[in-house]
Structure formats: structure tokens, C-alpha cells
């Protein structure tokens, strides 16, 4: 998911208890691209053929590590007086159970208890695929289609003892199913599970860094493998569709990426207008792919042909920034600080000043992980501190309507000792790679 195929989302600054909000924005690719896409995909190049996937490797995350996350869960609700969460298909069910499943108007969901065994509630005709995916219970109850899911969902709170007291849903549990819920059970309190799904998943273990750091290397190389075969004439989605040609012969998951040229790169997700690409031309490309479910976010922004001396210098304006926040995402430091860190640069260049364009008209970085947006940003308000564990995106952009705009991207992660970025940042703007054996 994210922001150019894989589609992007998220809102907002930090809350209490170190989580941030998060919204649901989908950002869609422009009509003309998507169109590209639609159409039949050309044979990709034979250099993008030649790829395969790299190796060694890397492990899934294990069930002893989801149920040490359902412990820590039911510590957090604990800690926030919360007695049992629902979740829905999706990222967070997917965190602590391994469940893959899909959204439908049938809800099914699971019920984790701050004390008891797990309750999955399925659609009667669903039953035996549930079961042969769902983990960590035996506690399965079924709906008929004459049915309440509803009801079914109290009793399971009911069964754990939650007849009273706090029951939370996961942030994207949608309406109808929260509302079902409430009208079954209304002697109890519905809060936002937040404090626990974002307690968790904002703090990367090992293993998370490990998928996250393959999927980082997989763009990278992708990356690599298409920029070569840019031509003049060349439309934005013939670059990316072989971008996600090299990302699936490379072992990642993708749809490709936001590519975006000349007066184009100015829209920080894309316009409506198609472009094809020609000499002079600022390229800026936005993508990235997913390794076992774990996201990476990359940036490259270069010029086709010779740079002219404003693109040089606005590049070189946009990597002081990046670098600026990157020095200022210390152990302790707020995250509203490394936002500022990273304006700072862009406004003392005459731009700005705040989110006024042409200059920086978004945060700083934004949280990933299992989604390509998730807990928590960098961005002004957002006093969230820093924790070893956490992970971001580190990019700031320029923004010049009319003209072209400059993003370059890399995610970090904080380690015990500071931040540690998956990639090395891009050289210089003709250079947007460094070599290979640096």
C-alpha cells in the first residue's frame, strides 16, 4: 500500500501514551497512469528479466514472537484500563495472529481478552477455511447469514467475564461493526485500541528490521536495475511498471511506483496530467515493496540529461534537509524536533516559511512497518519521544509549482545508539545511487 499504487495514508500528530493518529487517506495514481497500467504489460527489459531474487532468505516472523505481541497487548490494556480489543482483517490482526483475510460486509474479526483464550467469530460457510488458518484458539463461533455477528461478539465479552468496563476497537474496525457491537453490549464503554495496537507495532523487533531492511534493499536494486533504461518519449508508468517488473524478479512485493517528471514532480502524489520524459526533465520516483508484510518507502529524486545550476542547487538545498533531520532523530528527541530540524534548512533557503509553498508543505516522516504509514510522524505538535525500535521514513520535500519539486527519501530506524538509515542516502542529483561496492 501507499502513495503512488501501493497507496499511502495517514494524518496527524502524536497522542498521548506515544501513539500518534492515524487516517485512511488513498491516494490514486493519475487517470493517464492508471490507464498505462491497466492496459497489457509489455515484456520488461532483458535487463529487469536477468534479475532474480536476493538471497539469502530472510525468516518470516515466528508464532513465539506473535505470542509474546498478544502478551505485551494484554499488558497494555492492563496499563489503560481496557479489558478486551476487537480487531478486523488487516494490518494489526495480522501483527499478532498471522491472519490474512478480507474485507467483506460478512464480519469476521477476533477478540483479544485482557485475560483468556482468544475468540474468532467467522461466517458459517467460512468455518472450515477459518480454521485452517486461525492460530492461538480453538474458541471459533460461527454466524449464520440469519444471524446477529453481533451478538455473537457480547457473548464472547461475556464469556471472558467483560460484562462491564472498557472494551476497545482497533482504529479501522469499521462503523457498522462497532455500532453492531455497541447496540448488543451497551453497558459497556468503547474506547480506540490505539494505546495498545500502536504500544505495540511502533517498537520493531529484530525480526521486523530484518523483513524491513530486505524490502529496503529490493527497491534499492530495483531502483538501480530501472533508471538506466529511462528514454526520451519514455511515459511515467512505462518506468513504473518496470520498476515493479525488477521488485517482483528481485523477491518483493509491489505495484509499482509514483513516477513523476519535469514540472509533474512539483505534486508531492502525483497530478491528473500525463507527461512523457524529456532531456532536462527532474525525474522523481516514490516506491517501494513489501517483504512478508513489512513495508519499505524510498525517494530518488535525479535529472534526465544535465542538470541545470537552480535544479543543482534546490537538490542540494533538499539533502541538508533530509540530513538535518536524520542528525536531529536522536534517542529522547520529540518528534515535532526532527521536523523542525529538517524546515529549518528549507526556510533559512528563502522557501516557506511552515508548510506555506513553494517550500516543505508536509511533515517530515511518517511511521512504517506493516503499513507503509503508520505510528507515529514527524510533525509539528507531536511530542511523542524517540524510543529505540521505532521506525520512519526521513523526507522532506521541496515544492515549486510550475516548476518541479525535489524529494529525497530514506527510513531509519532507532537503534540503542541513534538512528541507522536501511539505505545510504543519494549522492548527488546526476548520481542518485552511490556505488556498489561503497
Not at 9 to 36: E, M, S, Y
Not at 41 to 62: C, K, Y
Not at 296 to 313: M, N
Request: aromatic letters at 8%; proline letters at 7%.
Amino acid at each position: 500500500m501507499d502513495r503512488r499504487t501501493f497507496v499511502r495514508r495517514t494524518a496527524g500528530a502524536a497522542g498521548a501514551a506515544g501513539a500518534a493518529a492515524i487516517g485512511g487517506a488513498v491516494i490514486l495514481p493519475a487517470p493517464a497512469d492508471a490507464q498505462q497500467r491497466s492496459a497489457p504489460a509489455p515484456t520488461p527489459p532483458e535487463a529487469i528479466q536477468r534479475l532474480r531474487p536476493m538471497s539469502p532468505q530472510v525468516a518470516p516472523i515466528t508464532d513465539a514472537e506473535r505470542l509474546a505481541r498478544i502478551e505485551k497487548a494484554r499488558r497494555l490494556m492492563k496499563e489503560n484500563d481496557i479489558r478486551a480489543m476487537f480487531l478486523e482483517p488487516g494490518s494489526s490482526m495480522f501483527y499478532y495472529t498471522g491472519v490474512r483475510w478480507g474485507l467483506s460486509e460478512r464480519p469476521f474479526g477476533v477478540v483479544i481478552p485482557a485475560d483468556g483464550e482468544l475468540a474468532y467469530i467467522t461466517p458459517g460457510f467460512e468455518e472450515e477455511r477459518a480454521r485452517e488458518l486461525i492460530k492461538f484458539s480453538n474458541d471459533v463461533r460461527v454466524w449464520q447469514e440469519d444471524e446477529s455477528p453481533y451478538r455473537l461478539i457480547a457473548q464472547i465479552l461475556r464469556d471472558r467475564g467483560v460484562a462491564t468496563g472498557r472494551m476497545a476497537f482497533e482504529e479501522r474496525v469499521r462503523f457498522f461493526i462497532a455500532d453492531g457491537v455497541r447496540h448488543e453490549a451497551a453497558q459497556l464503554e468503547f474506547v480506540s485500541a490505539t494505546p495498545v495496537t500502536a504500544g505495540c507495532r511502533m517498537f520493531k523487533s529484530a525480526a521486523e528490521l530484518a523483513l524491513m531492511q530486505r524490502a529496503n534493499d529490493i527497491t534499492i536494486a530495483a531502483y538501480r536495475a530501472a533508471f538506466p533504461t529511462m528514454h526520451a518519449g519514455m511515459a511515467q508508468g512505462e518506468l513504473s511498471r518496470t520498476i515493479a517488473a525488477a521488485i517482483q524478479k528481485l523477491g518483493g512485493v509491489s505495484d509499482g511506483a509514483l513516477v513523476l517528471f519535469g514540472v509533474s514532480s512539483a505534486f508531492p502524489h502525483g497530478t491528473t496530467k500525463p507527461a512523457t520524459l524529456k532531456e532536462g526533465d527532474i525525474v522523481l520516483v516514490d516506491g517501494g515493496c513489501t517483504v512478508e508484510g513489512y513495508a519499505s518507502d524510498i525517494t530518488r529524486t535525479t535529472v534526465f540529461g544535465k542538470p541545470s545550476e537552480r535544479q543543482q542547487r534546490i537538490w542540494d538545498i533538499e539533502k541538508r534537509a533530509q540530513s538535518a533531520a536524520f542528525a536531529a532523530a536522536q534517542i529522547g528527541a520529540t518528534c515535532e524536533s526532527v521536523d523542525a530540524a529538517a524546515r529549518r534548512v528549507i526556510t533559512d533557503a528563502g522557501f516557506g516559511p511552515d508548510y506555506r509553498v513553494p517550500g516543505l508543505p508536509h511533515r517530515t516522516g511518517h511511521g512504517i512497518g506493516l503499513d507503509g504509514h503508520e505510528w507515529t510522524n514527524f510533525v509539528r505538535g507531536n511530542t511523542t519521544r524517540l524510543q529505540p525500535g521505532m521506525c520512519f521514513s526521513d523526507e522532506p520535500t521541496i515544492v515549486i509549482y510550475g516548476e518541479f519539486g525535489v524529494r529525497l527519501e530514506d527510513c531509519l530506524h532507532i537503534g540503542e545508539d541513534g538512528p541507522h538509515f536501511f539505505t545510504e542516502q543519494s549522492p548527488a542529483i546526476d548520481r542518485p545511487f552511490p556505488p556498489v561496492d561503497s
